[in-house]
C-alpha cells in the first residue's frame, strides 16, 4: 500500500462509517482496516488493504493480536519532526484514525452475560491505538464518536486537513472515552467482589449544561449515570416549558422517588427538597387536591409529582396555582392541550419503576460519602405495638402512609396525616420538639384539624416532650423507630395521653 495519506478504520459500531470511508478515500485517503469492518468496506466498493497484509503479521490468538504492531503504532506516535526516523525504519505515517471498541457495557448488562463472555469483550488493541492517536494529536485526528465523522469530512473537504482545534477537541472525546471504558471494565470486576472496592470509578455523561447552579452565580450542568436504573429521574422527557434549572430537577427527583412509593393514586408535592403535600385518592384529581390542602402557600412554585397518566381534570386543578414542574408516567391528549397554555409550566413524562440505585453518593470536601440506598420498606407485620393501647386500622393504615412519606422529609422530621393525606409537615429542624410544634402549626395554618391524626417521626424521641405537644395537637397514634435511652418515658408519655404508638426499628434520617 503506497499512499501519501492513511486512515485506519476499525469499528464496532458501523454507523456512517462506509459513507465516510468513501469520503476519504475521495480526499486521497488509503484505507487500512481489519476483520468485519475491512469486509463490509469492501463489500461496498470502498478500496481496502487489511491490517495484516500491511504488517505482514497475521492476526493471530483468535484476533486478539492484530494491530498491536510496530508499523501501525509507529504510524500513529510518531510526530511531525521524527518522520525522517519513520522512514528510516522503513514506516509511514496514519494520519487519521477511526475506532470504537467492543461493547463490553452492553455484553455485561445482558441478562445471564458469563464472565468468559465479558472478558472477550474488552478490548485491547483499540484503546491503545486511541490512546496512542490521541497523545499524538498535534498530527493524528482520532475519531471515537460517529456523530464527529461529518465534521471531520467537512474540513477535509473545505481545507484538506483536519483543524489543530478538531483534533484536540477529538482527543479530549478518546481520553474521556476510554476512561470512562476502563472504568465500565473496573467496576463490573469490583461488583464480584467487594461493595466498596478499594477504587470506585464513577462514570456519567452529561445531558445539558444548565443556566446556572443552585444560585444564579454558580455554573451547572446535569449527568445521567452511564446505565441510570430504568424509571430514575435522569430518563425523562420534556413535553414542554422552560429548560429545567438545577433546583427544579433535584426538588423533581425528591418528588419523583417519593410518589413512587405508592401503590394507591397518588400526588406530592414538593418544595426546597421537601414534600409539602402528599395524598392518596381514587383518581390523580383527587389526590392533587387533598395534597395541595396540606400547605396551599408552600406549595406556590412547587415540583409536583403523580404516579398515575396526568388527566386533563387534574391538568386543569393544578392550572389554577402557580407549579414549576409536573412529572407524570403519561400526560392524556387533552391534559397535553391545556397545559399548553401555560407555557413556562416545565411538563415531564417518566415510566414508573419501582427499581432503586443500588449506592448513594454525597460529596464531601476532599472526598466522597457511599452508602446503600434507604430502599427498605415495613408493613403492619414488621411494627412493634409498645403501648397499652394498639392502633385501630384506620390508625395503621395512616401510620404506614405517613412513615412513607417521613423518609422524604429532611431530618429531624415530623409528618402528621389522616386518610392518606398529610396534614402538617415539620423538617430540617435541629430538635426534633421543634418539628412537632412547626407540623403542627402548618395544619392550623392550612386551617385542618390534627383530631385523632397519625404522626410519623424519622428517628426516635429522645425525650417526652415531642410526644406531649403532638398530643396536644390532638394526635392520637405514632410511629417512630424507638431505640432511646428514654423509650420508657417517652412511652409512659403516650399512654397517660391514650396515644397508640409502634415502633419500626429502623430509622429514615435524611440530611
Known sequence: MSHARRALISVSDKTGIVELARGLAAAGFGILSTGGTAALLAREGVAVTEVSAYTGFPEMLDGRVKT???KIHAGLLARPDQQAELARAGLEPIELLVVNLYPFEATVAKPGCSVEEAIENIDIGGPA??????KNHGAVAAVVDPADYARVLSELKNTGKVSDETRFAL?????????AYDGAIANYFASRGADYPEVLSLQFRKLQDLRYGENPHQSAAFYRDARPVPGSLAGYRQLQGKELSYNNIADADAAWE???QFDEAACVIVKHANPCGVALAGTPHDAYVKAFKTDPVSAFGGILAFNRPLDRSAAEAVGQQFAEVI??????DDARKY??????LRVLELAISHETQAHEFKRVGGGLLVQSTDAGTISKNDLRVVTKRAPDDTEMADLLFAWK??????SNAIVFCADGMTLGVGAGQMSRVDSVRIAALKAQSAKLSLHGSAVASDAFFPFRDGVEVLANAGASAVIQPGGSVRDDEVIAAANERGVA????????FRH
Open 68 to 70: 498491536l504492531h510496530p
Open 405 to 410: 412519606v417521613a423518609k422524604f422529609v429532611k
Open 129 to 134: 491505538m486511541l490512546r496512542a492517536a490521541a
Open 258 to 260: 417519593c410518589v413512587k
Open 327 to 332: 412529572i407524570a408516567p403519561r400526560v392524556a
Open 501 to 508: 404508638m409502634v415502633f419500626t426499628g429502623v430509622r429514615h
Open 339 to 344: 397545559l399548553a397554555t401555560k407555557t413556562n
Open 171 to 179: 482527543a479530549q472525546k478518546v481520553f474521556a472515552h476510554t476512561a
